[in-house]
């Protein structure tokens, strides 16, 4: 008899417990779920940086003659970068945010991974949109000085890029290690 009430008694402890690891749980996936949009967001308008700028980049032959012309297309890509740097922040955010609940460690390591990722892309694209803000640069007064300044952005815009892959790769490791856990999400 004593048994049983010891029983119940922590049986009544724990459900609160596991009570709470389900709304922590639940609020991971709001999280994740928030991260996840701002990501699709930012695909996008990286995707669009990406048509506009390589149209920009097919009409710099005639740089810096054609500086003008060229403004409002390098002014467009700069501000689809903005908008892409905003959505990876906000993913960031939230991961980081996911990272700090009363979760399973691996599920934290997953969420603190993708906020690293999410910021250096978000990192690596203010260095892509200074390629283009060389553009508008009066003091780059021949295509040859725009090309070796958008060689030395491209390096480092490398190196960024390189660091959120190694991020996301630790990201994906840990998904495929523990896939009975990302299951249950």
């Known amino acids: 008899m004593k048994t049983t009430r010891y029983l119940g008694a922590v049986s009544i402890f724990l459900m609160p417990l596991a009570l709470a690891a389900c709304m922590e749980t639940g609020k991971y996936n709001e999280y994740a779920g928030k991260a ?3 990501i ?3 695909i996008k308008q990286d995707e669009d940086a990406g048509q506009k700028g390589k149209a920009l980049n097919e009409s710099l032959k005639d740089f810096p003659e054609n500086r003008d012309a060229l403004k409002s297309q390098a002014d467009e890509v700069i501000a689809l970068f903005d908008k892409s740097v905003t959505s990876l922040k906000t993913a960031a955010e939230s ?3 996911a ?4 979760i399973d460690d691996k599920l934290k390591d997953y969420a603190s ?3 690293q990722y999410c910021r250096k892309e978000a990192e690596a694209n203010e260095y892509g949109k200074k390629t283009f803000q060389l553009v508008n640069d009066p003091s780059i007064t021949s295509l040859e000085e725009l090309q070796t300044a958008r060689e030395s952005i491209t390096e ?4 960024l890029l390189k660091e959120g892959e190694d991020y996301l790769q630790k990201a994906t490791k840990i998904a495929n290690d523990n896939p009975t856990l990302f299951k249950k999400l």
Do not use: I, V
């Open 36 to 38: 996840n949009k701002a």
């Open 40 to 42: 699709s967001e930012q």
């Open 95 to 97: 991961w980081e945010a």
């Open 99 to 102: 990272s700090k609940l009363n």
């Open 113 to 115: 991974a993708q906020a």
């Open 156 to 159: 480092q815009l490398k190196t």
